[in-house]
Every structure is written in structure tokens, then in C-alpha cells.
């Protein structure tokens, strides 16, 4: 059973930084590709960015370009998102994501596992 779990979100200001974690079990890490996405109150699930499996390509929504940074770690079964001067419209549950194979994927329907999501509220 693959099983994801988010944490490091909060409540923080407007120009702040966060870094979010998301553990995986029950799959080999290093195989898929993996996604970090985010949903506000009253709006559609929003790919953030992506990441390849080896971690070397990377791909991020305009929103957070310059702002945002996706990485991995495959010893550690874990992926991050570095989030830099946050703004009051990043408010967001977080979500992270298990590509169904390898690539670089910026839709929803190419991911097959997700996680729980954990809160992030930029205050102005």
C-alpha cells in the first residue's frame, strides 16, 4: 500500500518561507515521478510543480517561478517543496503526488497516489 504524508505547512506572512516535506512508503521512490500540487477554498486542484524521478528535470506553474523549488531526496524516500516569498494567494492545501510511471508530469489524471494535504495560509 503506497502511502504519502505531507507536513511543514502553517500559517506564516506575506514574504515568509516554508519548506514542505512529503514522505512515501510502500513504492519504490526512485521510480516515479512526483508533483506537488495545491487547492485554495472554491477552486480547482492546481499543479505547483513536478519533478523527475532521477530529480534532475524539474517544471513549476508560472504562479511561483522564482518563488518555488522542488527537490528530492531517493535515499530518503522524501520530496520537498522550498517555498520563498510567499504571497497571500499561495493559501492553499498542499498535496503531493506519485506519478503512475517516469517523466515529467503537469496534469492531475498522470498521477496515481496522492497524500492528504497539509494547510498553508500566508497572511497579508
Known amino acids: 500500500q503506497v502511502q504519502l504524508v505531507e507536513s511543514g505547512g502553517g500559517l506564516v506572512q506575506a514574504g515568509d518561507s516554508l519548506r514542505l516535506s512529503c514522505a512515501v512508503s510502500g513504492r519504490t521512490f526512485s521510480s516515479y515521478a512526483m508533483g506537488w500540487f495545491r487547492q485554495a477554498p472554491g477552486k480547482e486542484r492546481e499543479i505547483v510543480a513536478a519533478?523527475?524521478?532521477?530529480?534532475?528535470?524539474?517544471d513549476y506553474a508560472n504562479s511561483v517561478k522564482g518563488r518555488f523549488t522542488i527537490s528530492r531526496d531517493n535515499a530518503k524516500n522524501t520530496m520537498y517543496l522550498q517555498m520563498n516569498s510567499l504571497k497571500p494567494e499561495d493559501t492553499a492545501v498542499y498535496y503531493c503526488?506519485?506519478?503512475?510511471?517516469?517523466?515529467?508530469?503537469?496534469?492531475?489524471?498522470?498521477?496515481?497516489?496522492w497524500g492528504q494535504g497539509t494547510q498553508v495560509t500566508v497572511s497579508s
Open positions: 519533478i523527475s524521478r532521477s530529480g534532475i528535470r524539474t
Open positions: 503526488a506519485v506519478g503512475y510511471g517516469a517523466g515529467l508530469w503537469m496534469t492531475a489524471n498522470e498521477y496515481a497516489y
